[in-house]
């Protein structure tokens, strides 16, 4: 039996912070106490909080292209991404990987599903120190998507899946302006070869957008893959998420599309860089006003691993209804429980001892240690 006590801690719990020790055993939480501190560990007043869980991240793109025309190791690049990810505190993350390409994809099909088989292999060869699950960003706008998403579900198991449509005129995009500003900006195009390009995006979502997302909807509920929509922006969108079983709205972009995913028990996800930069990069709603209306049930990443830290000890002061144990459970137990994970995401007895050790105070948080299954791995 492999015992491991902290001492002089601030625990937080579900509901609450109390001050003592806490007990891992065999990988697990056993027990906390309160009170005056057990022989054990010292972290000396530290926060002991529970490991992050990260469902929507595309972070190791950058690692594997991390400049254009040059392409990493793939076991690499899952590595350097990992060790990243563990020194955020987070302790699962499911790794976003793009399905459907077009002219603006950085990678191909094929070098999406190299990744993917770089993830099972560094599983396997037990390189890695966080638990790595499969997230697929499926566009459905795009022709290949269902050739792509093929190639995956046939040979490896995937957690969740999102239906994303970054067609101009709609969703994130419905300014056809705010298009124009970040797809020119980005891809350095002409104005002529800008116009040919959105002309074929809208084209290719008329053709199909509606038609894709219903075969991917109905791939993935006899596989038990939970579905996620991206960028709802009004009640009929998530009329159209909560026909197709959807469990979690990523991102949506404004405030009824958020209170009506939450009508329609749909979890509403939130980008924590929005939240730490105080509002949207693309003009959208902001976290905060979705924290403060309640409408705010997950934090991702998204594109900043340490942004899930400095958002859940920055929530408290943004919006002072929202206490910390409130705060962790956005980036734990909900998103944990959104994808049917329920071994983890609080400091329970029985649930895995994922935990991580914070010191908080003025400025940014500070990741201390970072244990899963009671194994120390940053």
């Known amino acids: 039996m492999r015992e491991q006590v902290f001492a002089n801690a601030r625990i937080v719990l579900e509901d609450e912070i109390v001050e003592g020790s806490l007990v891992l055993r065999d990988g697990l939480i056993a027990d906390f106490d309160t009170g005056p501190t057990r022989l054990g560990d010292d972290v000396e007043g530290d926060y002991l909080v529970p490991g992050f869980v990260e469902l929507h991240t595309d972070h190791l793109e950058g690692h594997y292209a991390p400049r254009p025309g040059v392409r990493w190791n793939p076991i690499a690049a899952v590595q350097a991404h990992d060790a990243q990810v563990a020194g955020a505190g987070i302790t699962t993350v499911f790794d976003a990987l793009r399905v459907g390409m077009d002219e603006d994809a950085r990678t191909s099909t094929a070098e999406m599903q190299n990744l993917a088989d770089a993830i099972e292999t560094a599983k396997r060869e037990d390189r890695l120190r966080v638990d790595h699950l499969l997230h697929l960003r499926c566009e459905v706008s795009a022709p290949d998507v269902l050739d792509g998403l093929a190639g995956f579900l046939d040979v490896l198991p995937v957690r969740l899946v999102s239906l994303m449509d970054h067609s101009p005129g709609q969703r994130q995009f419905a300014s056809l302006d705010s298009y124009r500003a970040f797809y020119q900006g980005k891809m350095g195009m002409s104005d002529a070869a800008y116009e040919a390009f959105a002309s074929k995006r809208i084209a290719q979502a008329e053709e199909f957008s509606a038609r894709h997302r219903r075969e991917i909807v109905d791939l993935c509920h006899p596989r038990r893959i939970a579905v996620a929509s991206h960028d709802d922006a009004t009640v009929a969108h998530v009329d159209e998420a909560a026909s197709d079983g959807v469990s979690i709205a990523e991102f949506p972009t404004t405030v009824e599309a958020a209170a009506a995913s939450q009508a329609a028990d749909i979890r509403v996800l939130m980008g924590a860089p929005n ?26 990443s998204d594109y900043v691993p340490f942004s899930l830290m400095i958002a859940v000890f920055s929530l408290p002061e943004i919006v002072p209804s929202i206490r910390l144990p409130e705060a962790v459970r956005l980036v734990t137990r909900a998103p944990a429980e959104a994808v049917g994970l329920t071994d983890r995401g609080a400091i329970r007895p029985g649930l895995r001892a994922d935990i991580v050790r914070v010191r908080a105070g003025e400025g940014v948080p500070v990741v201390r240690s970072v244990w899963r299954h009671g194994q120390r791995v940053a």
């Open 275 to 300: 939240l730490v930069r105080g509002g949207s990069h693309s003009g959208n709603v902001s976290a905060a006003a979705l924290a403060e209306a309640g409408h705010l049930d997950i934090l991702s």
